[in-house]
């Protein structure tokens, strides 16, 4: 089955500052790959994500990276600010008889004003 | 126009009682999902259901019951409550099975004495 691995499991940014967050997948199968934020006390939601045909998607001030052959993808955050701060989860579809999604461990970004 | 909630969003019971949550979409979804958070915020899925069937059903010990009445609501029902059951639960629905944004409730966070 699917195995999804994320670093860093803390990140602290000065504000204006960029932050990256790197997960790796074990199955090559695998063909989709979302993010989700989670602040403080609140539900996951997801705030981009990212097929198998495309290697780059972005939406303003965040970005999604895939390398297939190396099995690994990674959120960056231009410009950070201090909403930016959550838990970020990073996720890959596990194929087979059921799709399931597998999240990583997350990330809990902290932004510094 | 909550689009997926949940009830109760806490909980706190003694070991060895049995509760339930109930959760309900608007979305007009065909998938449902229970995951589980623990302290170290890690998500696991639980359970899908697709228009009612059980999809998965991620090894979770039989004392964990999920229903679903219609497509619209997955309620979970917990029999004789272990400590480590204390986590919170989160809801979701999905349009495609797997491969779409989950949307998730607030979740209940259930805290068993």
């Known amino acids: 089955g699917e195995n999804v691995e994320q670093h860093p499991s803390t990140l602290s940014v000065q504000e204006g500052d960029s932050a990256v967050i790197k997960c790796t997948y074990s199955d090559s199968a695998s063909n989709y790959f979302p993010w989700y934020k989670q602040e403080l006390g609140k539900r996951p939601q997801l705030i981009i994500d990212?097929?198998?045909?495309?290697g780059e998607k972005k939406d303003q001030r965040i970005a999604v990276t895939l390398n297939k052959t190396a099995k690994h993808f990674s959120l960056h955050i231009t410009e950070t600010q201090p909403e930016d701060s959550a838990v970020y989860f990073c996720?890959?579809?596990?194929?087979?008889?059921?799709?399931?999604?597998?999240f990583g461990t997350g990330t809990l970004l902290a932004v510094q004003p | 126009d909550t689009a997926v909630s949940q009830t109760p969003k806490y909980l706190v019971t003694q070991m060895g009682n049995d509760k339930s949550i109930k959760c309900e979409q608007n979305?007009?979804?065909?998938?449902m999902y229970w995951y589980k958070q623990d302290s170290k915020k890690f998500l696991k899925i639980m359970f899908s259901?697709?228009?009612?069937?059980?999809?998965i059903n991620e090894t979770v010990p039989n004392r964990f019951s999920p229903k679903s009445p219609d497509k619209a609501h997955l309620n979970l029902h917990i029999n004789s409550l272990e400590l480590g059951d204390s986590a919170v639960y989160f809801c979701?629905?999905?349009?495609?099975?797997?491969?779409?944004?989950?949307?998730f409730g607030e979740g209940s966070r259930l805290t068993v004495l």
């Open positions: 990212i097929r198998s045909n495309v």
């Open positions: 979701a629905s999905s349009q495609v099975e797997g491969t779409g944004e989950l949307f």
């Open positions: 979305l007009g979804h065909d998938t």
């Open positions: 996720a890959a579809i596990s194929s087979g008889a059921t799709n399931k999604l597998i």
């Open positions: 259901y697709n228009n009612k069937e059980l999809i």
